[in-house]
């Protein structure tokens, strides 16, 4: 496979904190140009104190993480500390890091960095809510042309929602910015619930990682064992979704993964279905198909290869 050059749009959380290190382990096939980060999980001084601590657990301080935005575009934030810890990395000691945010925000990064890039080279993954992406092209309209992929993971339709019936986290935050991106005429790949909750940890595969000889795997494994407390006891299933992991896993092997290319559209009007993606599976609305939407992923397969990842770690 040819090497990604990606930006990695992130609000650690603890999903996010495993993304990120597979992510650091994956470097011969994906070139991270930086980290930017988001208020969601939790607030954004912690989400872009999060991203420098993973960084740091994987020796890898060179990685640029730039802060972006506090809040969605136009609503309070909501934020998850339920799910992932008062911390947002419930589950394993943490750090002040070292390492300083860069300077310059995360949108004016994103921008500059796409209008210096060879048009089409720059893939973005966002896995928060898509405050910073939407920004970034309601700033600099000109990028959107340049960019050559948005995968994401956000939305749900068959697999109903997560924060509400109708909704997914990263998508009910900043429906707006989610009306921006789906609108944007940007080639756009979804992993959304409806994919991520067939790839869940298990006692065995969370087991594999805890048994590699290094500190990352064991850290990646106390974080999901925590992770799933909270799925655990509120919809009683026996394993978390890796949601975030599953980007990753994407853009190292999509064959992994199946899907449609179809319309999606997203509620940003009404209260009782705010941030639902509306998925036009049959193509009968007649709207542009925008979006390839996955819906089926090879789970054994994405977890043997987020392993391998976390096992090129420290
Ligand atoms: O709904 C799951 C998504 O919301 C994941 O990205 C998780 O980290 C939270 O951001
Ligand atoms: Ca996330």
């Not at 420098?52 to 993480?65: K, L, Q």
């Not at 802060?67 to 810890?85: D, K, N, S, Y």
């Not at 789970?299 to 770690?313: H, I, N, Q, S």
Request: proline share 8%; hydrophobic share 45%; with cysteine.
């Amino acid at each position: 496979m040819t090497r990604l050059s990606i930006i990695f749009d992130t609000d650690p959380g603890q999903d996010d904190a495993v993304a990120i290190l597979a992510l650091l382990g994956a470097r011969d096939g994906i070139d991270l140009l930086s980290l930017t980060t988001v208020a969601g999980n939790v607030g954004l001084g912690l989400t872009s104190r999060n991203a420098r601590i993973v960084c740091e657990w994987a020796r890898r301080p060179d990685v640029p993480v730039y802060a972006g935005c506090e809040h969605p575009l136009l609503r309070p934030l909501v934020t998850a500390e339920q799910v992932h810890g008062k911390t947002g990395l419930d589950g394993v000691p943490i750090h002040e890091p070292n390492m300083p945010l860069q300077g310059k925000h995360a949108v004016d990064f994103i921008v500059d960095t796409l209008r210096e890039a060879a048009a089409g080279t720059i893939t973005l993954c966002p896995v928060g809510p898509l405050t910073n992406i939407a920004l970034a092209l309601r700033k600099a309209p000109d990028i959107a042309a340049r960019i050559k992929e948005i995968v994401l993971m956000g939305g749900a339709y068959f697999a109903g929602g997560n924060v509400s019936p109708a909704a997914e986290f990263n998508i009910f935050v900043d429906p707006e910015a989610a009306a921006v991106v789906l609108g944007s005429g940007v080639p756009l790949v979804m992993l959304p619930l409806d994919v991520t909750h067939q790839v869940c940890s298990s006692a065995p595969r969370i087991a594999r990682m805890r048994a590699l000889p290094n500190r990352c795997g064991p850290l990646a494994a106390d974080i999901l064992t925590s992770y799933e407390r909270h799925d655990v006891q509120r919809f009683g299933v026996h394993g978390s979704p890796l949601h975030d992991p599953c980007v990753v896993a994407y853009l190292l092997q999509p064959a992994l993964f199946t899907g449609r290319q179809v319309n999606v559209e997203v509620e940003t009007a009404s209260p009782l279905t705010r941030g639902a993606t509306v998925v036009d599976w049959w193509g009968i609305s007649g709207r542009p198909a925008n979006v390839q939407y996955i819906t089926k992923a090879d789970a054994d397969g994405v977890f043997a290869l987020l392993t391998d990842c976390l096992a090129k770690l420290p």
